[in-house]
């Protein structure tokens, strides 16, 4: 019996290239932009193990880099092209 692979997580970055605290050119969103880039950095797993959010001291990803990640996707889904 094959266990289901958990999906890859969907992000456009990483913890060597964070989104940056200015949005991309198109994103309208630049308040929610901010907030959410804010909240991506300040929730990256621990550095030992890659396992635990630093912040939250819970199992990496945690809801909060969940919900800034959606967040960034969306804003980049939307952005208008520029
Ligand atoms: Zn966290």
Known sequence: MQRTQR???HSAYTRQQPPP???PPGVTEVTAWQLAAA???DHLPDDL???ECVTC???WPCDAWDIANDMINDCRET???A
């Open 7 to 9: 999906p890859r997580i």
């Open 21 to 23: 605290y200015e949005p």
């Open 39 to 41: 909240q991506w950095r």
């Open 49 to 51: 193990l890659g396992v």
């Open 57 to 59: 001291r819970t199992a």
């Open 79 to 81: 952005a208008q092209a």
